[in-house]
T-cell receptor, first 113, second 114 residues
């Protein structure tokens, strides 16, 4: 079983809908939780990160972490066609940047105009 | 500031050959990591170099190796290529001093093994 599980999709939603992307994990040592966005033919780029449990909001994006359930989510409000991309969750322990990231397989999202 | 660059962008090789991929990190970044991305397995960590030393290593066979130079540029080598090595190879650099390991990715090298 993988340390991080993510539904690969694909997921298609109409423009303006709320999108929910999720990952589950098994390693209780994970402390930092990140979401990366990857456009076609590009490398991933960091979208948001959170430390430990809780919520973090950045514009139309909200990241949630529930460490008790080992479950993280990314919500996209008022989705736009430009949000069409692959979204990857990533996690690491708390060894001050010295630990490798463990990624989910990514969810391919398409926003239909 | 220029981003992470990778060369070449595309590569076609045959089974049994070897290949070397190159990565130039963002100026000032001393950590360079390599990942293999495939549709089935997603993004898998190969190894990380920091100040010319391998600091972390993933679960890949010894055919996969890397090195880092004093200017932080890095190369990755795959020997005795197999069909299953066909993938997008991503290089990422990371600044020091951040508690979370933010990775800045290059565009990748698409390797096809025939």
């Amino acid at each position: 079983q993988k340390e991080v599980e993510q539904d690969p999709g694909p997921l298609s939603v109409p423009e303006g809908a709320i999108v929910s992307l999720n990952c589950t994990y098994s390693n209780s040592a994970f402390q930092y939780f990140m979401w990366y966005r990857q456009y076609s033919r590009k490398g991933p780029e960091l979208l948001m990160y959170t430390y430990s449990s809780g919520n973090k909001e950045d514009g139309r994006f909200t990241a949630q972490v529930d460490k008790s359930s080992k479950y993280i989510s990314l919500f996209i409000r008022d989705s736009q066609p430009s949000d069409s991309a692959t979204y990857l969750c990533a996690m690491s322990g708390a060894n001050f940047g010295n630990e490798k990231l463990t990624f989910g397989t990514g969810t391919r999202l398409t926003i239909i105009p | 500031k220029a981003g992470v660059t990778q060369t070449p962008r595309y590569l076609i090789k045959t089974r049994g050959q070897q290949v070397t991929l190159s990565c130039s990190p963002i100026s000032g970044h001393r950590s360079v990591s390599w990942y293999q991305q495939t549709p089935g397995q997603g993004l898998q960590f190969l190894f990380e170099y920091f100040s010319e030393t391998q600091r972390n290593k993933g679960n890949f066979p010894g055919r996969f190796s890397g090195r880092q130079f004093s200017n932080s540029r890095s190369e990755m080598n795959v020997s005795t290529l197999e069909l299953g090595d066909s993938a997008l190879y991503l290089c990422a650099s990371s600044p020091t001093g951040t508690p979370y390991n933010e990775q800045f990715f290059g565009p990748g090298t698409r390797l096809t093994v025939l």
